[in-house]
C-alpha cells in the first residue's frame, strides 16, 4: 500500500507564497513521474507539474515563471514552491505518483491540500 500526504496549503494573500510538500509512504516505494494536479469545483483537473525520473519538469501554462516543482534524492517526495500567487491560483492541489518496477502501471494521489488566494 502506497500513500501520498500533502501539506503546507493555507490562506495567503494574493502576490505571497506558499511551499507545499508531498510525502509517499509504504512497504515499496518506487516511483516514475511525480508532481502535481489541482482542481476547484466543477472545473477539471489542471496540471501544475510533473517531474521525470531524470528531473525533466514541465509545468502548466497558468503557473509558469511563477511555481518551482522539485524533488528529492529519495524519489519519493516532491515540493511545489508557489510564488506570486494569484486568486486563481485558489484550489485543491494533489500529489500523484506514477509506479515503476514493482509499481508500474500503477498511480497513486494523495487527498489534497487547499491553498486559498485572498485578501
Known amino acids: 500500500q502506497v500513500q501520498l500526504v500533502e501539506s503546507g496549503g493555507g490562506l495567503v494573500q494574493p502576490g505571497g507564497s506558499l511551499l507545499l510538500s508531498c510525502v509517499a509512504s509504504?512497504?515499496?516505494?518506487?516511483?516514475?513521474?511525480m508532481g502535481w494536479y489541482r482542481q476547484t469545483p466543477g472545473k477539471e483537473r489542471e496540471l501544475v507539474s510533473t517531474i521525470t525520473p531524470d528531473g525533466i519538469t514541465i509545468y502548466g501554462d497558468s503557473v509558469k515563471g511563477r511555481f518551482t516543482a522539485s524533488r528529492d534524492g529519495t524519489r519519493n517526495t516532491v515540493y511545489l514552491q508557489m510564488n506570486f500567487l494569484k486568486p486563481e491560483d485558489t484550489a485543491v492541489y494533489y500529489c500523484?505518483?506514477?509506479?515503476?518496477?514493482?509499481?508500474?502501471?500503477?498511480?497513486?494521489w494523495g487527498q489534497g491540500t487547499l491553498v486559498t488566494v485572498s485578501s
Open positions: 509504504g512497504r515499496i516505494l518506487s516511483f516514475s513521474d
Open positions: 500523484y505518483a506514477r509506479g515503476s518496477n514493482r509499481l508500474r502501471g500503477r498511480e497513486f
